[in-house]
């Protein structure tokens, strides 16, 4: 049976991360950002849109059109 | 033994993190210099390059995680830093360090102290890093900092003890640790702050510029144990008079007419 596609997979929604427009798939979850970017969830800490997400710990929720996404981690430092 | 807020440390050296040629050498260095403190910076992740992760290269089962606040320009981007490093972390240990001015790296002494008020209310263990200021480590101490972290001499200068009145005074007046900062550039350096009675250092240029950082790291780590060994056992006054370690009685020489008595 044919099913019209929905908008939803059609159009791609932008977020901004680490300060740079990406555009995803709608209702992309964090988990899937993270595994596309080969990212072990334990090694990064999240901020959506000024809220801090421990993946590994908290749910991590769907991304959401002009969520702003900061992927930070621990590097050598002084 | 060397003791911050509720923990034990039997090494006085601490390790900074940044710099090294590859977390390999920094790996080793760490673990030459016997340092089980080591600090960390919190970064944006490297999206070109995101398989480079510092947690994995240390042993964080002996070593202990500081991180730093590195970045913050004021005292509302430190404690933003803060709240994203025991996240990640799960540490509420920082070595606050607030920065307003890339070219000094100087730390700002006002927003300095606001910060350490909030984050230590917020349950933070709060070590501040401030330009060698005496009545600003008492303020600090005042509001709950754990430990205060004077300067030596600017960031990654190398250049050794330049504050050294200045840090005598915070040493003679503290309540918690003093952890001499920045600008330890040879263990020579690092043995002097220890004899001059501070608690610990924290170096990291010197080590991950050094030809070999490994064994720079081995010579930190005898530097620090020999400069403290000394401070124990108690230096001798200084004197602007010679006085002779041998017998001046029993002489073997005749008078020289040249010297005047």
């Known amino acids: 049976m044919y099913h019209r596609p929905t908008l939803n997979h059609i159009i791609k929604m932008q977020i901004i991360l680490n300060g740079q427009q990406k555009n995803l798939d709608h209702n992309i979850t964090l988990s899937a950002l993270l595994d596309s970017l080969n990212l072990q969830p334990d090694t990064v800490v999240v901020e959506i849109n000024g809220r801090i997400i421990k993946p590994g710990q908290d749910p991590l929720p769907e991304l959401k059109d002009g969520d702003k996404v900061e992927l930070i981690r621990f590097v050598g430092g002084g | ?261």
């Not at chain 2, 390790?15 to 760490?30: D, E, L, P, W, Y």
């Not at chain 2, 919190?42 to 290269?57: G, Q, Y």
């Not at chain 2, 200021?133 to 709950?144: T, W």
């Open chain 2, 1 to 261: 033994m060397l003791s911050i807020a509720d923990t034990s440390f039997s090494s006085r050296l601490f390790v900074g993190t940044g710099k090294f040629a590859s977390s390999s050498i920094m790996r080793q260095a760490v673990e030459a210099s016997g340092s089980e403190m080591v600090t960390v910076a919190l970064r944006r992740v490297d999206l070109e390059n995101p398989a480079d992760d510092i947690m994995t290269a240390l042993d964080l089962n002996k070593i202990h995680f500081l991180p730093n606040t590195s970045g913050a320009r004021n005292a509302a981007e430190a404690i933003r830093l803060a709240h994203l490093a025991r996240a990640a972390s799960g540490t509420s240990w920082l070595k606050l360090e607030v920065t307003p001015d890339p070219r000094t790296l100087l730390p700002d002494p006002v927003d300095t102290l606001k910060a350490t008020e909030e984050l230590v209310r917020e349950g933070f263990t709060v070590l501040p890093y401030i330009n060698a200021d005496p009545i600003l480590a008492l303020r600090l101490q005042d509001v709950g900092a754990a430990a205060v972290m004077p300067l030596a001499s600017p960031i990654g200068t190398n250049q050794g003890i330049r504050t050294t009145m200045q840090v005598e005074i915070i040493i003679a007046q503290a309540r918690v640790p003093v952890v001499l900062d920045a600008g330890i550039g040879a263990p020579s350096h690092a043995a002097q702050a220890m004899e001059m009675g501070a608690d610990a250092v924290l170096v990291n240029t010197a080590l991950a510029v050094a030809g070999d950082p490994v064994r720079m790291a081995r010579a930190f780590k005898a530097a620090v144990e020999a400069g403290r060994e000394a401070f124990e056992a108690g230096l001798g006054r200084q004197s602007k008079t010679a006085s002779a370690s041998s017998p001046l009685s029993g002489m073997v020489t005749a008078d020289l007419n040249f010297i005047q008595a």
